[in-house]
């Protein structure tokens, strides 16, 4: 009615932490993806934490373990799966132990969870802060990527660049036309949400704040060259 | 406190008709699974239609994605899906298309299904319709078997017998002390459900059938050298 | 060298009958995924005959289990595995029994392998005698899609064309520029193979054949207005 | 013809390494898997380091992946695949990252790698390093384990104990006969082999040391009272 779609749900499930809560979680991923379902909405996204407190090695096995569950209930509704590598590099130690936060590494993930509704989350400040290339980022299929986020990062050196200080589009120095440009040229065609996070609430008002994201797209989508 | 154990539950969702019935019973599921899990139970288990209208191969191919999914969510309660194999001759014509029913066949369907709680609910009934020897009930390793339905047969030829006009323990011509000692020697453990099903209502009270059942078992467990 | 690539070699394995040939053909898939991985050829196929011998459900299920082992293997060397549904009519009755010849019963095939190398081999001339239009092409997506063979269909009913008795490009009544600005539209960008079968072995020489087929090709590609 | 029986077949393929490794490896597996299917042999076994130099999250990605197909192709020929945990506490540090070493982690890498055949290769030494009680052990079932290992242990601390440095039967401190009892408890019949390391090569001749295997094995069954 309002033009509006709903791009994707985030997994409710706590995949992350014990068994118990792990599938308490599992009734409202049911009803998560029913109402997803219902609205339109294929796709479902997590993000992958960078390090962790738990042995990395039997956490993967149980992630791997867990997502594929989780995968097959949201391919009995047609939603497929997004993985999100997470890139600044603060968050690689801010665990014990080192767990994965790069393309290559969640590609592995993913044939690991070995689901045909698995892929990935595109972020474009973790693509930054895991400096992949275009080319690299344009040797995926279309296929792969199930959802994509955008948003910009201060011109300070990659490795300082925090995960909640981003910027909003065209405010920093990501090459997001490029990263656009890259993006449609191997295909893709879904979603690009904003998701930019701040250490301080926004001071402007949600009106304001709306009106800029929706010119700077328009600039950025023009200036890509995308319609 | 009672002595009492739950050994199974039946699977609630239907695995058999549309898409949209399937997924309609998933959340269901989840809460039948933590229900049985919270009593202790460990096992659930759905029968196999030996013909079916729908058409034979594509019905396969769904079934096999369906009761993936099925396990894949049991699993996450530590419970195991336990595949009955129908044996009654008659109903391998009732619909329209062969389907599935003996031990070989049910077991390349767990195959394919390729989830690793899955196995096979052995009837005796079953075995005997379609008249599979002990040597080859004792080829099976206890692992594969996730449940057992116990019931005796009329003396009549094996192709006439009904799926829904069987007899109490002891009443047929089963070599049920055959049957049970195959299953203890290749070290089954689990649960040995009595299923009878009748075409009339049994004429006798609840009590005395429950009486008779007790003394049914005590006897032949005790004939097959079982405690 | 000259500018060839090596689209796409055939399965080589048995899949469709003995356990014992299966397993034989798989030192010979080992073999042929590695050459074929070193010619940079990143596909492999097999097509799936609309009958059968066998009893239909429980050949899908082994066929679930073989293609998924296969497919395994094939995903170790990088190569995908694309399945071709069958569409002449006659060829659904050919055998005993009923299998799989279309669209969405091959979709459901696939879910049922349930690995993430396995797509579709896309013929236009059985899309054609499974009268599949444009529009449902087109709700595939291309990474579904692992190859394509084109070719031609006579003038005559759909029920009456036989698998054997196929046209060069450009010759028959299918609608090629339809079919190859779909597969476009939908983003393949894989190989487009000419496979036509005909009942006598043609009587023009491999020299003018070649040159036939290239014109077609040519021809057809411009009227698409495929580069 | 002379009662001896190939227990089992190490995994002969390179699944530590990079890919190319890996792959370079699947043809031998194939005609391993083959020979030893030939010659009556169902089970093949490899072990797991507890420590690795590689990243251990991405590393248990890769082993869950390529551990997966071994166990598919090794399943086309019957056979079960066992996965051995490692005990002695100076490996968990031999290499620069923790990877896994204790039953629990191991059963979760099993589920993570999600095939029917997969199971675990069960250590003496290595329980007993892991400090696993008899009743831990106890809980498995039969068909968790694919093979057993034998062998002895030093009587000093269980954290000084060398992988290398084992005992005969009998000759140390592990109790070997509540070991063995508690796997036929649970029903194990598969075999038991002798796995003795030492840290110099024995200086008994090869006769001598397999008629005192052959002493100590009759005297331990006995013991055990395992006919």
Redesign the interface.
């Known amino acids: 009615m309002h033009g509006i779609e709903i791009a994707t749900i985030g997994l409710s499930v706590e995949w992350r932490t014990t ?1 118990e809560e ?2 308490n979680g ?2 409202r991923l ?2 998560d993806a ?1 109402a997803a ?1 219902t609205l339109g909405c294929r796709t479902c996204t997590t993000y992958i934490l960078p390090s962790t407190d738990q ?8 992630a ?3 997502l ?2 989780c995968a ?2 949201l ?3 047609g939603i497929r799966l997004g993985l999100e590598f997470v890139g600044p590099h603060h968050l690689r130690t801010t665990w014990k ?4 936060w790069n393309l290559q ?1 969640t590609l ?5 969870i ?3 509704n698995v892929g990935l989350l595109v972020d474009a400040y973790h693509c930054y802060t895991n400096e992949i290339s275009h080319e690299e980022l344009g040797r995926l ?4 990527i199930v959802h994509v986020h955008i948003n910009d990062a201060k011109n300070i050196p990659v490795k300082d660049l925090l995960d909640n200080d981003r910027l909003y589009l065209g405010e920093g120095v990501i090459d997001l036309i490029g990263f656009l440009q890259t993006l449609q040229k191997i ?1 893709y ?1 879904g979603a690009v949400s904003q998701e930019v996070l701040t250490i301080e609430p926004p001071k402007e008002d949600t009106e304001s704040l709306i009106k800029k994201s929706a010119e700077n797209y328009a600039k950025l989508f023009h200036a890509a060259g995308i319609n």
Not at 141 to 144: E, L, P, R, S, V
Request: hydrophobic share 40%; net charge negative.
């Open positions: 068994d792990f599938v599992l009734e049911v009803l029913k379902s042995d990395a090695a039997p956490f993967m096995a149980k791997t373990t867990r594929r569950t097959q209930i391919a009995s509704y132990n080192p767990f994965i590494q592995e993930f993913i044939d690991a070995n689901e045909r299929t279309a296929d792969q295909g065609t």
